[in-house]
């Protein structure tokens, strides 16, 4: 690893970097510990300590010297820059150099930069009423919680791509370097564009401990280290030390050269055209975890060890030798150094600091982006599939979405706002168009056999879903705009990042300085009833259920019919702030039932009676409902045998594309007022469901509905293998034929009357089978089946 020897600090610059430093980790203290007394100026007592002590003092020394280092670079260079902190428990530290630079009160105007906002800055932390322990929403310049460990540098390059001036300093804990997100994460450097994007400085910090544990990086060896970091593509950097002075002077010197270097990189790609790989800088930050903490606390090793992770003295309040170590250890950052009299920083720790938008606190990166702006959407009517007649058109709605999502990319090109990102299916996905106006990017080596693949483009794909969806959450949170395309049963990868980004959504909107960012959007294709390739593994379409659990402020779940419908949500979903949106949607060649001027007004109803298909008059014997693409087929095909076999049996048919509209409007804004469900669904006659995925969450969604106990429903139900696509849905007893079997088993006095249908639909499974083991191909009247009513 390269080592910076030098000593760029003068002895003026080097008071004042550590007298900034001592502030934070004295007000890192301050917040864990105290609720009153904030600047000691009387003796400490066990009521200036808070009754419960929470948050993590080992991480946040680091983070401060970090900081303050970083705060120099920008204020001497002028360089955009934005902190992500990969151990966000180390949350007192980023809230404490926050206040310093004068952010927080700007923020937060009730707690000043002054001895009483001190008071309040130490109290509300981690306290009822107050602020979480993490780098939360709450803290001005943060996009990354660091709560749930593993995504900081897939943040951090988010907030980098298309970012040309920015530098993303990215703390990685080396705990957190031990999670599968972050292992594959480091590979971002082969998708980064230097003449286009900004750059991210990680910084992996060895502080060589987890809550009780050493970390594995810590004890591999520095050569190992190193070979590991040279070979996922960086140049690593070693700043160690525990003497405050020396690692100020060697942190200074090695930032001052790396500094350098990215802008090297930087002008040679954008200057001189320059395409090979850069070998970006990294650096390993070696410094004792709760460094200038307690050494020993009750005859045991503090400082330097796991036990720092947390609170080290954690009978604080009740312990007379506690209490007094308490002090001893605040007092020794020389309190009365660092605060004047009204308790304001001195300026010999704020007069240097970056200003304005330049503090990282304030940095409108990392609120919702310096620039946000919308997604310029050519008209989407315009790419419509023609339906003379409901059925009559075929299409494969990803590919008819792909052509949109072209031209989507075209008309952004010059805002360079806009990216796609997946796990290598965007062309599998059909959503291959866009790869006529871009390409893939990618920063690795290009053999004349590879297609699409280049140094700049726009579309980004790396088998990694983690690390796809960090990617898009730190470009959505820096104010851009994207799309996930990701087989359905994969998106499962994701589900804990969802929930954080979810978390993140529901408490920013209760901030009114977070600007709203662009929703994330999902679309989820390769589904569970077309997997013909692929078979069980690859069927599962439990991520919806998954979402429906997130607050319903935030989510929304779109199941669009067909191609036209598909391009009138996704319009809707690129235009929305603060949601997660997800899309079902095949792309598997399929009828298109609604024109565009139907699709468009089904998909403003979110659910609707498609009265071409329907014939009740108004007073239904039975509903048959849908809700996906698949189980569409299904209701419509069982509907014309119905209506061929039992003329007189009154069937109305509905279609459900947005999933929210089930749900009572007091559980989801989307929910449709019950006097329009019970019109709709009728409160009393059976209604036979075909879903999408598993059918239990429509029972959830629909549970306060008057007529749910009439509500019965088919969907997926984990039968899964490789067989044709027909088969599957036998499998689940979601085909066409147990459609009938249902409604002649639920409508009153029918099952009497419709004794033989039924037996002909028994017969036709058993036929079925037959016919599909013996072929391999699915029954010609199924294959061939079109909507034509009698
Ligand atoms: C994914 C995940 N697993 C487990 C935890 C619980 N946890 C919180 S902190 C921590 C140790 C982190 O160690 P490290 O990344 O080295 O951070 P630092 O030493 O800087 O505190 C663990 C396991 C978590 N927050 N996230
Ligand atoms: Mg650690």
Same mark, same amino acid.
């Given at each position: 690893?390269?080592?910076?020897?030098?000593?760029?600090?003068?002895?003026?610059?080097?008071?004042?970097?550590?007298?900034?430093? =001592?502030?934070?980790?004295?007000?890192?203290?301050?917040?864990?510990?105290?609720?009153?007394?904030?600047?000691?100026?009387?003796?400490?007592?066990?009521?200036?300590?808070?009754?419960?002590?929470?948050?993590?003092?080992?991480?946040?020394?680091?983070?401060?010297?970090?900081?303050?280092?970083?705060?120099?670079?920008?204020? =001497?260079?002028?360089?955009?820059?934005? !902190?992500?902190?990969? %151990?966000?428990?180390?949350? %007192? #530290?980023?809230?404490?150099?926050?206040?310093?630079?004068?952010?927080?009160?700007?923020?937060?105007?009730?707690?000043?930069?002054?001895?009483?906002?001190?008071?309040?800055?130490?109290?509300?932390?981690?306290?009822?009423?107050?602020?979480?322990?993490?780098?939360?929403?709450?803290?001005?310049?943060?996009?990354?919680?660091?709560?749930?460990?593993?995504?900081?540098?897939?943040?951090?390059?988010?907030?980098?791509?298309?970012?040309?001036?920015?530098?993303?300093?990215?703390?990685?804990?080396?705990?957190?370097?031990?999670?599968?997100?972050?292992?594959?994460?480091?590979?971002?450097?082969?998708?980064?564009?230097?003449?286009?994007?900004?750059?991210?400085?990680?910084?992996?910090?060895?502080?060589?401990?987890?809550?009780?544990?050493?970390?594995?990086?810590?004890?591999?060896?520095?050569?190992?280290?190193?070979?590991?970091?040279?070979?996922?593509?960086?140049?690593? !950097?070693?700043?160690?030390?525990?003497?405050?002075?020396?690692?100020?002077?060697?942190?200074?010197?090695?930032?001052?050269?790396?500094?350098?270097?990215?802008?090297?990189?930087?002008?040679?790609?954008?200057?001189?055209?320059?395409?090979?790989?850069?070998?970006?800088?990294?650096?390993?930050?070696?410094?004792?975890?709760?460094?200038?903490?307690?050494?020993?606390?009750?005859?045991?090793?503090?400082?330097?060890?796991?036990?720092?992770?947390?609170?080290?003295?954690?009978?604080?309040?009740?312990?007379?030798?506690?209490?007094?170590?308490?002090?001893?250890?605040?007092?020794?950052?020389?309190?009365?150094?660092?605060?004047?009299?009204?308790?304001?920083?001195?300026?010999?720790?704020?007069?240097?600091?970056?200003?304005?938008?330049?503090?990282?606190?304030?940095?409108?990166?990392?609120?919702?982006?310096?620039?946000?702006?919308?997604?310029?959407? %050519?008209?989407?009517?315009?790419?419509?599939?023609?339906?003379?007649?409901?059925?009559?058109?075929?299409?494969?709605?990803?590919?008819?979405?792909?052509? &949109?999502?072209?031209?989507?990319?075209?008309?952004?090109?010059?805002?360079?706002?806009?990216?796609?990102?997946?796990?290598?299916?965007?062309?599998?996905?059909?959503?291959?168009? $866009?790869?006529?106006?871009?390409?893939?990017?990618?920063?690795?080596?290009?053999?004349?056999?590879?297609?699409?693949?280049? =140094?700049? #483009?726009?579309?980004?794909?790396?088998?990694?879903?983690?690390?796809?969806?960090?990617?898009?959450?730190?470009?959505?949170?820096?104010?851009?705009?994207?799309?996930?395309?990701?087989?359905?049963?994969?998106?499962?990868?994701?589900?804990?990042?969802?929930?954080?980004?979810?978390? &993140?959504?529901?408490?920013?909107?209760?901030?009114?300085?977070?600007?709203?960012?662009?929703?994330?959007?999902?679309?989820?294709?390769?589904?569970? &009833?077309?997997?013909?390739?692929?078979?069980?593994?690859?069927?599962?379409?439990?991520?919806?259920?998954?979402?429906?659990?997130?607050?319903?402020?935030?989510?929304?779940?779109?199941? %669009?019919?067909?191609?036209?419908?598909?391009?009138?949500?996704?319009?809707?979903?690129?235009?929305?702030?603060?949601?997660?949106?997800?899309? $079902?949607?095949?792309?598997?060649?399929?009828?298109?039932?609604?024109?565009?001027?139907?699709?468009?007004?089904?998909?403003?109803?979110?659910?609707?009676? &498609?009265?071409?298909?329907?014939?009740?008059?108004?007073?239904?014997?039975?509903?048959?409902?849908?809700?996906?693409?698949?189980?569409?087929?299904?209701?419509?095909?069982?509907?014309?045998?119905? =209506?061929? !076999?039992?003329?007189?049996?009154?069937?109305?048919?509905?279609?459900?594309?947005?999933? @929210?509209?089930?749900?009572?409007?007091?559980?989801?804004?989307?929910?449709?007022?019950?006097?329009?469900?019970?019109?709709?669904?009728?409160?009393?006659?059976?209604?036979?469901?075909?879903?999408?995925?598993?059918? @239990?969450?429509?029972?959830?969604?629909? !549970?306060?509905?008057?007529?749910?106990?009439?509500?019965?429903?088919?969907?997926?139900?984990?039968?899964?293998?490789?067989?044709?696509?027909?088969?599957?849905?036998? @499998?689940?007893?979601?085909?066409?034929?147990?459609?009938? @079997?249902?409604?002649?088993?639920?409508?009153?006095?029918?099952?009497?009357?419709?004794?033989?249908?039924?037996?002909?639909?028994?017969?036709?499974?058993?036929?079925?089978?037959?016919?599909?083991?013996?072929?391999?191909?699915?029954?010609?009247?199924?294959?061939?089946?079109?909507?034509?009513?009698?």
């Amino acid at each position: 690893m390269e080592v910076v020897n030098g000593t760029p600090l003068g002895a003026d610059e080097l008071k004042h970097l550590d007298a900034h430093w =001592r502030a934070a980790n004295y007000l890192s203290v301050g917040q864990i510990y105290l609720m009153d007394n904030p600047l000691l100026r009387e003796p400490l007592q066990p009521e200036h300590v808070k009754p419960r002590l929470l948050g993590h003092w080992g991480t946040t020394p680091g983070l401060n010297m970090l900081y303050t280092h970083l705060s120099r670079v920008i204020a =001497r260079r002028g360089q955009d820059m934005i !902190y992500v902190t990969g %151990p966000g428990h180390g949350g %007192p #530290g980023l809230v404490a150099n926050v206040w310093l630079e004068g952010t927080y009160s700007e923020v937060y105007p009730n707690i000043g930069r002054d001895a009483a906002g001190m008071q309040k800055l130490f109290k509300q932390f981690s306290f009822p009423g107050g602020i979480p322990s993490h780098v939360a929403p709450e803290t001005p310049g943060s996009i990354h919680e660091g709560g749930e460990l593993g995504y900081s540098i897939s943040h951090a390059y988010g907030a980098a791509f298309d970012n040309p001036n920015l530098v993303v300093a990215c703390v990685v804990g080396d705990g957190e370097a031990e999670t599968g997100p972050l292992a594959a994460s480091w590979h971002s450097n082969k998708f980064l564009d230097p003449t286009v994007d900004g750059a991210v400085l990680p910084i992996l910090h060895l502080n060589g401990y987890k809550i009780a544990n050493p970390t594995v990086l810590a004890r591999i060896g520095d050569e190992e280290l190193s070979a590991l970091m040279t070979g996922y593509g960086y140049k690593p !950097y070693l700043v160690e030390g525990d003497d405050p002075a020396a690692v100020h002077q060697l942190l200074a010197a090695t930032l001052d050269t790396i500094f350098d270097e990215i802008a090297e990189i930087q002008r040679r790609a954008r200057e001189e055209g320059v395409t090979e790989r850069p070998r970006w800088p990294m650096i390993v930050f070696r410094t004792p975890k709760g460094w200038t903490g307690p050494k020993v606390v009750d005859g045991v090793p503090v400082e330097g060890t796991w036990r720092a992770h947390q609170v080290p003295l954690s009978a604080a309040r009740g312990d007379a030798a506690h209490l007094a170590a308490l002090e001893e250890w605040m007092r020794s950052y020389r309190p009365e150094e660092l605060f004047d009299d009204s308790g304001a920083p001195q300026p010999v720790l704020t007069q240097w600091l970056p200003t304005a938008d330049l503090r990282m606190g304030a940095n409108p990166h990392a609120n919702g982006g310096r620039s946000p702006r919308s997604l310029e959407l %050519p008209d989407y009517r315009d790419y419509g599939v023609k339906v003379p007649v409901p059925g009559g058109t075929t299409a494969e709605p990803t590919r008819v979405l792909g052509g &949109w999502l072209r031209d989507v990319m075209t008309a952004n090109d010059r805002h360079r706002n806009f990216r796609i990102v997946g796990p290598d299916e965007t062309e599998s996905n059909r959503l291959g168009a $866009v790869l006529e106006v871009t390409d893939k990017v990618w920063q690795g080596e290009i053999k004349p056999v590879d297609a699409h693949l280049s =140094r700049h #483009g726009r579309v980004m794909e790396i088998l990694s879903e983690h690390t796809c969806q960090g990617w898009l959450e730190g470009y959505l949170l820096t104010g851009r705009h994207g799309l996930f395309s990701c087989y359905e049963a994969f998106t499962h990868i994701v589900d804990s990042m969802v929930n954080q980004h979810a978390k &993140w959504l529901a408490v920013t909107r209760e901030l009114g300085w977070r600007r709203p960012v662009p929703s994330l959007n999902y679309l989820l294709t390769s589904h569970v &009833w077309r997997q013909d390739h692929n078979g069980f593994s690859h069927q599962d379409p439990g991520f919806v259920d998954h979402v429906m659990n997130k607050r319903s402020e935030v989510v929304r779940v779109y199941l %669009p019919p067909d191609a036209n419908t598909l391009l009138s949500i996704t319009d809707h979903c690129l235009r929305s702030r603060d949601y997660i949106n997800v899309i $079902v949607a095949g792309k598997q060649p399929g009828p298109s039932w609604l024109d565009m001027d139907a699709a468009v007004l089904h998909c403003v109803r979110g659910l609707g009676i &498609w009265e071409w298909a329907s014939n009740d008059d108004g007073d239904p014997d039975v509903v048959l409902a849908a809700a996906g693409d698949i189980p569409t087929i299904e209701v419509l095909a069982a509907t014309s045998i119905l =209506r061929e !076999y039992l003329p007189d049996l009154k069937v109305r048919v509905v279609n459900v594309v947005n999933l @929210m509209r089930l749900q009572s409007p007091k559980e989801h804004p989307h929910g449709l007022p019950d006097a329009e469900f019970d019109a709709i669904f009728t409160t009393d006659r059976p209604v036979v469901f075909a879903y999408h995925g598993y059918p @239990m969450l429509i029972h959830r969604l629909t !549970y306060r509905r008057t007529g749910h106990e009439h509500l019965h429903v088919r969907g997926y139900k984990e039968e899964g293998t490789t067989t044709t696509p027909f088969d599957m849905l036998v @499998m689940n007893d979601m085909d066409r034929y147990h459609l009938v @079997m249902d409604v002649i088993d639920r409508v009153p006095g029918l099952a009497r009357r419709a004794a033989t249908v039924r037996q002909q639909m028994v017969d036709i499974l058993a036929r079925h089978h037959e016919h599909t083991r013996r072929t391999g191909e699915d029954l010609p009247e199924v294959v061939n089946w079109e909507w034509r009513p009698a």
